[in-house]
């Protein structure tokens, strides 16, 4: 499996049964490095302890030693790492405690972006070998991804898949790349009735660093059009 690829066991997870949470970040979508190709969402209540994050099944969990996972278990009135892998037990099977039980929350759990939910659209993170970086086109309003700043090529999400623009030879910049290709991705973008949503750039732009990409906000090539 790849990094695309959302661990079953977490499913439920994805589903969010833990009413009542306020989140301060956005969904981040997290790797879970002793199972190869485990993902799974958490986000971080205004409430948790520096460190701690919470799953979308409710549970407590944080990054230890190799940047491994761990449920955490109540300890007094806070919270502390447990010896349970995430993913490596079902947390009702073990008595774990949730996470509102161990600390007092209120209002609900953030809305999943359906895009980190889209298997071709994650699949990206696993492009390294032509992706170091993303960003927004300005217009049309669709998500980009490449390498350096002569790149091979440039790929743009259309909304149903990633559009791959070839450079031609060594040395052409990105903004040249999307220039000649710029009416091809307005086609794109009306034909798919696709525009990115601006409140969804935090979002991206927190996910691109967990892939270890860098981010470089909005791209606007001159003379575009």
Request: charged share 15%.
């Amino acid at each position: 499996m790849n990094k695309r690829v959302l661990l079953l066991v977490v499913a439920c997870v994805l589903l969010g049964v833990a009413g009542g949470v306020h989140a301060r970040s956005q969904p981040l979508l997290v790797s879970q490095p002793v199972y190869q190709g485990m993902q799974f969402f958490v986000s971080q209540p205004s409430w948790a302890p520096p460190g701690w994050y919470m799953t979308y099944d409710g549970y407590p969990v944080s990054r230890g030693g190799g940047g491994v996972w761990y449920y955490g278990i109540p300890s007094g009135t806070t919270v502390v790492p447990s010896s349970y892998v995430v993913g490596s037990v079902i947390p009702t099977q073990v008595s774990l405690v949730p996470f509102t039980q161990i600390i007092s929350a209120v209002s609900p759990v953030p809305t999943i972006p359906y895009w980190l939910q889209d298997s071709r659209f994650v699949q990206v993170a696993d492009w390294d070998r032509l992706v170091d970086r993303m960003g927004v086109l300005e217009r049309p309003r669709l998500p980009l991804a490449w390498k350096g700043d002569s790149p091979s090529c440039v790929f743009a999400w259309t909304g149903r898949a990633w559009y791959k623009m070839l450079a031609r030879g060594d040395g052409e910049s990105p903004g040249e790349i999307l220039r000649r290709h710029g009416e091809t991705l307005q086609n794109f973008a009306r034909q798919n009735s696709f525009l990115w949503n601006d409140a969804d750039t935090p979002t991206l732009a927190n996910q691109a660093a967990i892939w270890g990409f860098l981010w470089m906000g909005r791209m606007a090539p001159l003379n575009m059009w």
